[in-house]
């Protein structure tokens, strides 16, 4: 077995080849930004104009829930408004020359929604396009891959990308208890230890002739009290029929009585149903399941609507700079406008005394900004700092959330803010502390969903509450950590009617999960392999080549382990030899090797071959 540096394999001792870098998990083509589509941004939702024609609608994937060694076919349903009787669609085949390649997608039939036409489109995909597509980075912390995209959906400017839910091999089951009406007739509702299914046909349909945000939500929360408790402070609805937008997730106040931090009062909970309810968000596809989207979310309830710039005197830029925060130093933020939440400002002095302000990542796990803990009420004005917000918001992008590489320059003139300036504005913070915030989840569709679509939401429901072990690849971990310990977030299912239909109590592990036997596609492994490993720690991987997904012969295995941050060649790869379709292979973590890690793999066939990607899985953890 022969350790290799830089992504270079010796195969054999005959020649060698160089390992394609790691994907984003985002492809360029399918998406102006990366953030744009891993943490799509709190949208303005009081004024929603109904869809256009030619806008596209919602799409629904077959099976709902695929699974990395997945041979059979692949259906996509997609809905566009209006009178459509062509779409053309750019699908992701990274192993291409361009990345991607171009399809054009006949009407299949259509059907009516109040009065409008409504294009529907089908394509099916042999699921031996999962070989280049699981090469995108997912897994625990990011369930899904990136299928393609429809540019310029109704004249948006924007890219909306269709995703595909991807499950680990070794996703748990979950009980699921029905709730029949008691006037009869078949069961609408079902509920696991930590998401609840409704079935409301026409839920993503209000769209198209929106009413008020889009989506039926105060029918939905109506449905969700006649059975559950009231005890929520938030109701995460996911979409069965997932939303084609250029922004599709987001959060809308529904009750805000907070003082001195620039939110504005609200209070719509009659429309909804629920005393105790502050907020709804939208978190369609896998985005339940990636830490960056909840928390960007859920820090909505508390801003930032500070305008730090207006304050400053700053022209503002970025992403709907209103409701987000500007560029600034000191301090990471998760509701950035101009600044990724993997990025911020440090301040550097040289030998010499010149100070100057470059883009550091943040130590993770990333936490709110003290700002954002001070407008949620755990941090006195003394303990807020002053602000420097730069006078150039637009050195990154214009309009759009970036993450600059590590070691850039921010340039231009700077004006600090300070609490008391803050205070001056908008005067004494004031209103609830939450230390537990409570959220139900979800998931809103057309039928009953099946137990695998329970087992799916279920754990990702239920890992979101989780204080720790749930970091993601990038650094983002859970809602406790970002609150520096002081808040914890409770996702657990009660019912109104609990002696009728009781809690489920169910015991498993949501943090520092083990990956599935068949997660990387085409192996096999021998058992389940860890989450988590100590440094110093040698990792010795059992298996064989899957003769279903890669039929044929096979002299080499290269697994390769990238620790998030680190340039490409400083990723640790080992080779081992395969004989009669079995590999033992073993990785060792050196004692400097804490972090994240993304893990892939390559066969090949021999000396000479290209190598054949498996899967890149993430997070795997040392520490």
Do not use: C
């Not at 970036?402 to 231009?412: D, E, I, L, N, R």
């Amino acid at each position: 077995m022969l350790a290799i540096m830089a992504g270079l394999a010796v195969l054999g001792a005959r020649e060698s080849t160089v390992l394609p870098p790691a994907a984003d998990r985002l492809p360029s083509m399918a998406g102006p930004s990366v953030r744009s589509a891993h943490v799509s941004r709190a949208r303005r939702v009081e004024a929603v104009a109904a869809l256009s024609d030619l806008s596209p609608l919602s799409y629904q994937q077959f099976p709902p829930i695929l699974h990395p060694g997945a041979t059979g076919s692949i259906r996509l349903v997609l809905d566009v408004v209006g009178d459509v009787p062509e779409v053309v669609f750019r699908r992701n085949v990274p192993s291409s020359a361009t990345g991607h390649v171009e399809e054009l997608w006949s009407r299949l039939t259509t059907r009516s929604v109040a009065g409008r036409l409504v294009s529907i489109f089908e394509q099916t995909y042999p699921g031996t396009i999962l070989s280049d597509l699981l090469v995108y980075p997912h897994g625990h912390d990011f369930p899904q891959v990136p299928l393609g995209r429809l540019d310029d959906p109704g004249g948006s400017g924007e890219s909306a990308t269709v995703w595909l839910r991807i499950a680990s091999t070794g996703l748990p089951g979950s009980t699921v208890r029905l709730i029949t009406p008691s006037e009869g007739g078949p069961a609408t509702v079902q509920y696991a230890s930590h998401a609840v299914n409704l079935v409301l046909p026409g839920f993503d349909d209000a769209r198209i002739e929106s009413a008020g945000d889009g989506y039926a939500l105060e029918a939905a929360a109506q449905a969700f009290y006649r059975d559950f408790a009231d005890k929520y402070q938030s109701l995460a609805f996911v979409p069965h029929r997932m939303p084609l937008a250029p922004f599709d997730t987001f959060n809308r106040t529904v009750w805000s009585d907070l003082e001195g931090i620039g939110m504005p009062f609200a209070d719509d909970r009659a429309a909804f149903g629920g005393t105790a309810l502050r907020a709804v968000q939208v978190l369609p596809a896998g985005f339940l399941g990636h830490q960056a989207t909840l928390l960007h979310q859920l820090a909505h309830h508390w801003g930032d609507r500070m305008n730090l710039g207006t304050i400053a005197g700053i022209a503002p830029a970025g992403d709907d700079p209103d409701r987000h925060t500007p560029l600034l130093y000191p301090g990471a933020t998760l509701v950035g406008g101009v600044l990724d939440g993997t990025r911020q400002v440090e301040r550097v002095v040289t030998g010499d005394g010149v100070e100057r302000f470059e883009i550091a990542r943040p130590t993770a796990p990333v936490r709110f900004h003290p700002l954002q803990l001070y407008r949620m009420g755990f941090l006195d004005p003394a303990e807020a700092p002053d602000i420097t917000v730069f006078a150039e918001q637009a050195q990154f992008a214009s309009q759009r959330v970036s993450a600059p590489a590590v070691g850039t320059a921010v340039a231009g003139a700077r004006q600090a803010v300070s609490i008391n300036a803050i205070l001056a504005a908008f005067g004494t913070r004031g209103g609830p502390v939450f230390t537990e915030w409570n959220q139900a989840v979800v998931i809103v569709s057309d039928t009953l969903l099946s137990q695998e679509e329970m087992d799916y939401y279920n754990f990702y429901a239920q890992r979101a509450a989780a204080s720790t072990g749930t970091r993601a690849y990038d650094g983002f971990g859970s809602f406790f950590e970002a609150t520096g310990g002081r808040a914890s977030l409770q996702t657990r299912i009660l019912t109104r009617d609990a002696d009728t239909h009781p809690a489920i109590t169910q015991a498993r592990d949501v943090g520092d999960v083990a990956f599935g036997t068949g997660d990387w596609r085409g192996l096999m492994f021998d058992e389940p392999i860890p989450g988590r490993l100590l440094t110093s720690t040698t990792l010795t991987l059992r298996g064989n080549i899957d003769p279903e997904v890669l039929p044929g012969s096979y002299q080499f295995l290269i697994i390769r382990a990238s620790r998030f941050g680190d340039a490409p060649g400083d990723a640790i790869t080992v080779q081992t030899a395969v004989r009669g379709g079995r590999f033992v292979i073993s990785l060792r973590f050196p004692a400097d090797g804490a972090g994240a890690y993304a893990i892939d793999a390559f066969v090949f066939v021999d000396g000479d071959a290209r190598p054949i990607p498996t899967s890149v899985i993430t997070p795997l953890f040392v520490d």
